[in-house]
Every structure is written in structure tokens, then in C-alpha cells.
């Protein structure tokens, strides 16, 4: 802080992060791909009420636009969607395939031109994700939901030019990343059954593609018998297929190899770090093998990003900025990869470790002035809970180059609860933090058991244990940023989304340190949940508290909704009117049971709000809350 800082109190410092330049100007950047020369990348722009674009750099650095403006590329595959496009290079011109968020069906567009491969269908509907080249003619790979009177089936399928379907696989409940070796000769994937998750337990599977027919040979389950989650397979070449399991204890490389019509299996040496993501979403990339046979990938450690490589023999660490996804490599040798580190917004980059690299297209461009004074930077904090163990989070003081606090004031904290609840704190930029660093809040990030990155058994530890152990782990970050005199106990609030929106209303329920708390599109009512919710999380919870309805008694008893008499302070509920994952009506059930509470619902919202105004509305709205509850005046 300089010296000419004006002494505020917290909640009323001029900031710089205005709600225009959060909901209007901002970005979403994902699924970074390369071909040639190329760089690829699908923006979410709320400004066209979240549409989806895929973006390319060509080898003369010109950014285009590379779907129609007619189009909106998504999917709604688990609802949660991703991997819902890919492109090859035909010479030097992309194309790409794609599902259409809005119009469904998919699609395939070459030099502007648009063509539907597959129209999206009324009974049974088709949603369409993980789409692959096939690297043999004009055609794809991909993973089909087909909805029609009951629930939903998965497939993975074929799809040509034409519109011609062949299924390739459908027993199972669950499919995901369909990858056909470099010479089209195998096809890998993997794949789970109810009750469990992507994180839990996973087959993968390889099989001869008989081109002839468009069928399958018998497949060879490369993980072995003992249950493990092993996902993300990727080719290295038309002999070597890489994937991650967490068969010892955390996500790590393991590499197949066909030798002598047998596939061999050998785990990468310990890179301490997690490699790999729950899979939430399609098309995740955590690994990426190089043409010499080094071996690139995204390790999380203490709950921070690093990138490493493999040479073949140990592991070591690239000073790369901050990816968010495993760099991948360019023809000329250059890496590429989505750059989020904590003090500037997200933005494309591409370059090498001992060169250095450039960013551009960042997702939202700072206003004139702003410093690393301006910024609040991520501090990684360990702390006791209960039962002997310890829970994590990420710190961030409150942060201003032109105001401070009184001598005498400590910030007030924001406590936030990550979704999921297999989620992570992330220490990349994010303005859901700046937002309230910047007007004088402290932040705490929480990485409560359950949380990814620090391996199986902390991930296993909220089994059984939802609604409790992620609340003590809350509360003991709270206890511990209070014991170390960094905020005021008087003014603490905690705020989640989704599962997170569930361990805000039971840590108001079961503790008295909050002063307030805002659900968005949270859970309420875990009996409700179980009946009503989608395919992909129809069984989740039977890890998570236990098998329903035998264990009925413990849903009512977690279920924040039979709570509702134990929370005494205001809770604000921002909601979405067409979520199918946690449907209005738990939100409304729980506020009409709360004397002090506030419902706001964004009637075209799902899931998650995309379009600006719903996510201005939505931070002026709570700041405001917050503002009133603490007294900021």
C-alpha cells in the first residue's frame, strides 16, 4: 500500500473491478487446441448472452472467428457439456465439427461454409459431445446422449459427412473421450457405470476400429481389476496410448504400449503432483506427448498449477507462466496453453521455457493504472480440522493501490465454497475474488476435504460425510485466518454455488461465525435431489451420504431445508429459472422457511449464469447485501 492511500472503512473503497467490466467485458476462455500452426480456443462472450465461438490464430497471427454468428457451440451432454467441437487442418484451412448449445444437431463448417451432419431430433433428442477427427476420411468420433421417455442413454458413435450413424459402443451407463489411434487402426475410451462417478471408478478400453464394417474388435480393459479412476487416454503415437489413474493414490501417467499383439502397461515415476481432473466436463486435458517421446503435463501441488515434463526418465519443472490446461505443442515447436496466473486476467499464450513467451487475447483488458498493488494475490494456507486431519485453502487479503483500512479495522471476510463438491479452489485470477478484495474484503478460498488435487484419500474423505466434513473444514479456515488476527470474527459471510450453495446453508445452520450467506443455485433438499436431478449425478450421492431411499433418514437429516429453524441470520438465493442439474423449487422451498431471506431468480439462466446481465445484477445485487447486513456504511 503507497503512502498516499485514503484510509476507508471496508465496503466502501473505489474499486476498479466496476460490474460492466466483469459481466460485460469478460471472456470465458477454454479448450486451447493446436494443428500445425494454428492455435484454437472456444470464447464464451456474455455480451452475445454467453454464445460460444470458436477462435483461431493463424501461423500469420490474425485472430478469426471460425463458427457463424447464427451459431452458439456447446453441448448439454451431463448438462455440464465441453469437448463440444474439434478442428483439423485441410492445407492450411480449418475445419471444424461442432454441437450447437441452442439449435442442438451437429454441425460442420469449412472456409464459412455451414453444414449440418446431424439434425438435432425431437424424440428421441441427441446431444452430442467429445467430438473427435476421425483421422481417416471426413468423419468424427463422439459421445451420444439420446433422450426419449425415460432417462437418458450414451453411445459412442460414428458420425460421416453424410449424416451417417454407426454405433460403436452403448452398454455401458457413461461414456467419455472416444480417441482413435494416429493410423485409425484403434479406438480408446473409458467409460463407468452407476452409482459411480468419473472420479471413483472408470474402465478404460481399447479395440481394433474394422473399417470395413465401422465395428469394433473386442475390447482390451487396459486398467486392470482393482477399481481406480483412470480417464484422459491420449495418443503419443499409433502404439502408445497414455492415460492417468489413480490406482496409487493420486492421478499419475500411466503409459500402454502394443508390443507383439499385447498391450503393456508402466506407470510414470512419482511427479508429486496430481495429474489429472474430475470429469465434469468432456475433453479435459491434462497430458501431452511431444514428438521426441517426452512426455508434457499439468501437475496440481499444494493446490497450485505447475507445469512438467517427463524426458523418459524424471520428472522436472518448466517455468511456463500459469497454465490452466497442459500446454500443447505447435509444428514449429513452440507451446501454447491458456495463461491464468493470479495477477493479470486470462489470456492465450505461446512460447517456450527458455525463450520466454507472448500473451495476447486476453479474456477482459484492465482498466488504465491498475498495479500488483491492485491485485489480491493468492496465499496457500494449511490448517487443523477436525478428526486430526488438515484442510487447505487459498488466502487473499484485501488489496488497493489508493485506499486502506483504519488502524484499527480488520477486513471482513468472504468465505467461499467451491461446487461439486469435487471442484477446487483455483489460484488463477478470478474476479469473484478481485471483486470484493478490491472494495476491502478479505477472501478465503476453500479447499475442503473432497476437494481435488490432493490425492484419493483426501478426495474420498467427504464419502459418507457430505455436509459435515466439508462445513468443519470451512469453519477451521475461518478459526484459522481469525487466530492469526487477518480478518474481523464480527463480519464474516460465506457464499457457493451448487454443492457449495449446500455447505453455505449448513455452516449457517450448525455455527454461529457468520453473519450472513448467499446460496446460488444451491442445493437444499437432498431427497428432492436424488428423485429429481440428471442422468450424470442420478447416483452421486450414494458416495456422498449414502444409498437412497435406505438411507433416507441421513438426507433429511444434511438436507438444509429440515435446518431451516437453526438459521437465524439473512441468506440471499440467486437462482436460475431453467436449472435442470438443482431445479428452482429447492431454492424456493428453503426461502420460504427462513424468516430473513431474499430469493432473486434470472428466469433464462441455468446452471450457472452466462449472459452480462445476469452476472451484474447478480454481484451488485449481493454486494449490496452485504453492504446492509455488516452495516458498510
Not at 480408446?188 to 469394433?216: C, G, H, I, K, Y
Not at 517427463?310 to 497442459?326: C, R, T
Amino acid at each position: 500500500m503507497n503512502d498516499r492511500a485514503h484510509t476507508l472503512s471496508a465496503g466502501n473503497w473505489p474499486s476498479w473491478v466496476a460490474p460492466s467490466l466483469v459481466a460485460g467485458k469478460t471472456t470465458s476462455l477454454s479448450e486451447l487446441r493446436t494443428a500445425g500452426n494454428w492455435i484454437f480456443w472456444l470464447e464464451n462472450r456474455p455480451e452475445e448472452k454467453g454464445r460460444g465461438i470458436v477462435v483461431g490464430r493463424s501461423p500469420d497471427g490474425i485472430i478469426h472467428d471460425l463458427t457463424p454468428v447464427e451459431t452458439d457451440v456447446g453441448s448439454r451432454v451431463h448438462e455440464y457439456g465441453g469437448g463440444a467441437w474439434d478442428v483439423r487442418l485441410n492445407g492450411e484451412t480449418p475445419s471444424i465439427a461442432f454441437s450447437d448449445r441452442r439449435k442442438g444437431g451437429l454441425w460442420y463448417v469449412e472456409d464459412g461454409q455451414l453444414d449440418c451432419w446431424c439434425p438435432a431430433g425431437n424424440m428421441p433428442e441427441n446431444r452430442y459431445a467429445d467430438i473427435t477427427f476421425d483421422p481417416v476420411g471426413a468423419s468424427v468420433f463422439c459421445v451420444q446422449e439420446s433422450h426419449s421417455i425415460g432417462k437418458a442413454e450414451a453411445a459412442i458413435i460414428h458420425v460421416n459427412s453424410a449424416g451417417q450413424k454407426t454405433v460403436l459402443v452403448h452398454d455401458a451407463d457413461f461414456y467419455a473421450a472416444p480417441r482413435p489411434s494416429p493410423d485409425g487402426h484403434f479406438l480408446a475410451w473409458f467409460s463407468w457405470d452407476d452409482p459411480e462417478m468419473p472420479w471413483t471408478a472408470t474402465r478404460l478400453d481399447v479395440a481394433v476400429l474394422q473399417r470395413a464394417t465401422m465395428e469394433l474388435g473386442v475390447p482390451h480393459q487396459l486398467g486392470g481389476q482393482t477399481p481406480c479412476s483412470i480417464i484422459e487416454p491420449r495418443w503419443a503415437d499409433s502404439a502408445t496410448l497414455y492415460a492417468t489413474s489413480d490406482i496409487s493414490g493420486c492421478w499419475a501417467p500411466i503409459r500402454f504400449q502394443w508390443i507383439g499383439g499385447e498391450w503393456t502397461a508402466t506407470m510414470l515415476p512419482d511427479a508429486r503432483a496430481e495429474i489429472g481432473l474430475p470429469h465434469w466436463v468432456f475433453s479435459q486435458r491434462t497430458m501431452t506427448p511431444l514428438p521426441d517421446g517426452c512426455l508434457l503435463a499439468l501437475g496440481i501441488r499444494h493446490g497450485l498449477n505447475h507445469v512438467l515434463r517427463f524426458d523418459g526418465h524424471i520428472w522436472e519443472e518448466l517455468l511456463l507462466g500459469a497454465p490452466v490446461n497442459v500446454p500443447e505443442r505447435l509444428a514449429d515447436g513452440r507451446l501454447a496453453w491458456i495463461d491464468a496466473p493470479s495477477e493479470a486476467p486470462p489470456a492465450i499464450a505461446v512460447g517456450l521455457p527458455e525463450t520466454g513467451f507472448e500473451r495476447f487475447r486476453e479474456s477482459v483488458i484492465l482498466p488504465p493504472g491498475i498495479t500488483g498493488e491492485d491485485i489480491a494475490a493468492p496465499q496457500p494456507l494449511t490448517f487443523p480440522t477436525t478428526n486430526g486431519v488438515e484442510a487447505h485453502a487459498l488466502f487473499y487479503p484485501p488489496s488497493s493501490s489508493s485506499s486502506s483500512l483504519r488502524p484499527d479495522e480488520k477486513p471482513p471476510l468472504v468465505v467461499m465454497a467451491h461446487g461439486g463438491p469435487t471442484g477446487r479452489a483455483n489460484p488463477g485470477f478470478a474476479f469473484k475474488v478481485q471483486w470484493w478484495t478490491s472494495r476491502g474484503f478479505a477472501v478465503l478460498d476453500v479447499n475442503y476435504r473432497g476437494s481435488t488435487g490432493f490425492g484419493r484419500a483426501y478426495r474420498e474423505a467427504l464419502d459418507g460425510e457430505w455436509g459435515v466434513a466439508d462445513v468443519e473444514d470451512c469453519l477451521a479456515g475461518v478459526r484459522a485466518v481469525v487466530e492469526r488476527d487477518l480478518v474481523d470474527p464480527s463480519r464474516c459471510v460465506i457464499r457457493g454455488s451448487s454443492a457449495g450453495g449446500l455447505t453455505v446453508l449448513a455452516a449457517l445452520a450448525q455455527s454461529d461465525l457468520f453473519a450472513a450467506g448467499t446460496s446460488l443455485y444451491g442445493v437444499t433438499d437432498l431427497r428432492a435431489l436424488a428423485a429429481e436431478t440428471h442422468k450424470f449425478e442420478a447416483r452421486y450421492l450414494d458416495r456422498l451420504i449414502g444409498p437412497y431411499p435406505q438411507d433416507e433418514a441421513v438426507y433429511l437429516e444434511r438436507s438444509p431445508v429440515t435446518q431451516a429453524q437453526s438459521i437465524s441470520v439473512p441468506v440471499l438465493f440467486l437462482h436460475g429459472g431453467a436449472d435442470n442439474v438443482v431445479p428452482l423449487a429447492q431454492a424456493q422451498a428453503m426461502c420460504t422457511k427462513l424468516e430473513h431471506s431474499e430469493l432473486h431468480v434470472y428466469p433464462e439462466e441455468g446452471h450457472g449464469f452466462r449472459t452480462s446481465s445476469s452476472i451484474e445484477d447478480s454481484l451488485t445485487r449481493e454486494l449490496a447485501f452485504y453492504r446492509k447486513v455488516l452495516d458498510l456504511s
